[in-house]
């Protein structure tokens, strides 16, 4: 018993031992290889964002250059309407007025009447 004792520890600590040594070599390649996919990674993470915001940027510039030629063609258009809008506008205008000032002399005539057949009526029963 006294000797297996003696074998199993020296067992135990050259195991012990060897299994450290492995484990450190495999944290050193472990860690080695981790380093390079980070590195490659990110390398390649910086190579998409570029590439993306060289996109967007592209993107970006067509669509304002593109807004503006729509807002240039809608400004032109709505310049077109607005001139015919405030030609007919006026057009009609001077009809309403015309038309409001014939009513109102209308209107004026006949309240004039009543006005008067009003207080004489009123007058007589007093």
């Given at each position: 018993?006294?000797?297996?004792?003696?074998?199993?520890?020296?067992?135990?600590?050259?195991?012990?031992?060897?299994?450290?040594?492995?484990?450190?070599?495999?944290?050193?390649?472990?860690?080695?290889r981790m380093?390079?996919?980070?590195?490659?990674?990110?390398?390649?993470?910086?190579?998409?964002?570029?590439?993306?915001?060289?996109?967007?940027?592209?993107?970006?510039?067509?669509?304002?250059?593109?807004?503006?030629?729509?807002?240039?063609?809608?400004?032109?258009?709505?310049?077109?309407?607005?001139?015919?809008?405030?030609?007919?506008?006026?057009?009609?205008?001077?009809?309403?007025?015309?038309?409001?000032?014939?009513?109102n002399q209308?209107?004026?005539?006949?309240?004039?009447?009543m006005a008067?057949?009003?207080?004489?009526?009123?007058?007589?029963?007093?």
């Amino acid at each position: 018993m006294g000797r297996m004792n003696q074998n199993h520890r020296a067992i135990m600590g050259r195991m012990s031992q060897n299994h450290t040594a492995r484990m450190g070599r495999m944290n050193q390649n472990h860690t080695a290889r981790m380093g390079r996919m980070n590195q490659n990674h990110t390398a390649r993470m910086g190579r998409m964002i570029q590439d993306h915001t060289a996109r967007m940027g592209r993107m970006i510039q067509n669509h304002t250059a593109r807004m503006g030629r729509m807002i240039q063609n809608y400004r032109a258009r709505m310049g077109r309407m607005s001139q015919n809008y405030r030609a007919r506008m006026g057009r009609m205008s001077q009809n309403h007025r015309a038309r409001m000032g014939r009513m109102n002399q209308n209107y004026r005539a006949r309240m004039g009447r009543m006005a008067q057949s009003h207080r004489t009526g009123i007058g007589r029963m007093s």
